[in-house]
């Protein structure tokens, strides 16, 4: 029997496997380097890659194996990191000619912890202008014709043509699983506050979220569990226990969940595959899903979130748009522009009702244990132009809520279509475990020719 690529694997297996000595960090990198090497003519995921460093890693901590030191549950595994999150060893450029050779002097909190468990950081995955709307060079692994989503473009690129089995980005709109769903990868976009953003580009400290890209809901929750925790430089963060999400995640359900299918506002923005697609999984489902509906208030998110998002990415990015707006996008300009006419009135409003329709909508998750939703309106557009609608993910991220697109559909053109799961706020773990129990439910392409 011959033995799987190291870039094939997931992340758990790849640690296992290196934490038995089966092989070492050099090997997994150098295969990973192999891969890319194969892969990134099409799909140009990296913004920086330095193979001789990433090797120098990955030679350093087998040292730190041989020489019988402790070694991290990530030890040895690839890890690519959207070029928001400051790296000390490698430029941070944000994805704007304005900071072009930018080097910071130390880590995101994040990026330390990544390292501190073992990750190889290979380099930085493309991000989208600022984190925003103007596209950067990467193109979907499936279909090079078409978006790969943004604006962690280049993270869900690199995990989904397999150059690394996991990857950092970051979501202030659709940011994560609204990628997730075009590559066909697992997205995860936890609570509000639980991967601190220390050392990462602000947009909107209200609305942006740390969230992982990976190929199982294991590696995700693996991911996630280790950047999170409380930081002292990020005061939405809690001095609390890190949830239990590896552990909660391999669990078997106590009982089988109930899921509550959604139609949000943004419903007749899906595309009629879209929509027969998800006919198919509720009538698969059968009695462990049923129509829920949102309170009505949430139909006023789209433009309460835009209000927010406006408002202090216009304040964030104030002294690029003074000092250097003629490098700037037309479309962020206009966004920043936009952000500076709001009333203050209108913005205090925005963000006080997060609170409110928080309140509202946590009684669904009396009746169920996640919100079942379309990740993104169909597949990945054709195209390079734009990063696709984020409007199935807009209200989640509003309200902070943990989200999980999983690459459960495929559309008429083959493109994967992802499946948004959302749960309670907090309830991080018990989302990855409903996640991980759909996907073993209705993947693998068991019912209907939709179903991936």
Request: net charge negative; charged share 20%; glycine share 10%.
């Amino acid at each position: 029997m011959v033995a799987a690529a190291p870039h094939t694997l997931s992340a758990a297996e790849l640690a296992l496997r290196i934490g038995r000595g089966e092989l070492s960090a050099v090997e997994a990198v150098t295969d990973c380097l192999a891969r890319i090497e194969a892969a990134d003519g099409d799909v140009q995921a990296w913004q920086f890659l330095d193979g001789e460093h990433a090797m120098a890693q990955a030679k350093a901590l087998d040292l730190r194996r041989a020489e019988g030191r402790p070694t991290g549950r990530l030890h040895g595994v690839p890890v690519a990191v959207k070029d928001i999150f400051d790296t000390g060893d490698m430029p941070t450029e944000l994805g704007s000619p304005l900071y072009s050779g930018r080097t910071p002097r130390r880590d995101a909190a994040c990026v330390a912890r990544l390292r501190a468990a073992g990750a190889v950081i290979m380099g930085k995955s493309v991000t989208t202008e600022f984190a925003c709307l103007h596209p950067g060079k990467t193109r979907n692994p499936h279909d090079p014709r078409r978006t790969p989503g943004g604006s962690s473009s280049g993270s869900a690129a690199a995990v989904a043509a397999m150059m690394v089995p996991g990857a950092v980005g970051s979501q202030t709109n659709g940011s994560v699983i609204r990628p997730a769903s075009f590559c066909g990868v697992v997205g995860f976009k936890p609570s509000h506050g639980v991967i601190p953003r220390s050392g990462a580009l602000i947009l909107s400290r209200t609305l942006d979220h740390v969230g992982v890209f990976a190929r199982t809901v294991e590696d995700a929750a693996l991911f996630a569990e280790v950047m999170a925790g409380f930081d002292a430089d990020d005061a939405d963060t809690q001095p609390i226990a890190t949830p239990p999400l590896t552990r909660v995640a391999a669990e078997a359900p106590p009982l089988p969940p109930k899921l509550g299918m959604v139609r949000t506002a943004a419903w007749d923005q899906a595309e009629p595959q879209t929509h027969a697609a998800f006919a198919e999984l509720i009538e698969a489902l059968g009695e462990r899903v049923a129509e829920a509906a949102l309170p009505q208030i949430a139909d006023h998110v789209f433009d309460l979130h835009r209000i927010v998002m406006d408002v202090e990415i216009a304040h964030n990015l104030r002294r690029e748009y003074e000092d250097g707006g003629d490098q700037l996008s037309a479309g962020l300009r206009d966004m920043i522009a936009r952000g500076r006419t709001h009333l203050a009135f209108e913005y205090r409003r925005a963000v006080d009702l997060i609170d409110r329709i928080n309140a509202a909508v946590d009684e669904l998750f009396d009746q169920c244990d996640a919100l079942v939703t379309p990740a993104a309106p169909g597949e990945a557009p054709v195209g390079l132009g734009s990063t696709g609608n984020p409007a199935f993910c807009t209200i989640w991220t509003y309200l902070g809520l943990p989200a999980v697109s999983l690459p459960l559909l495929r559309g008429e053109n083959g493109m994967p279509i992802g499946v948004q799961l959302v749960g309670r706020r907090g309830n991080d773990a018990r989302l990855l475990r409903t996640a991980r129990w759909l996907a073993g439910e209705v993947g693998g392409g068991k019912r209907g020719r939709r179903r991936a």
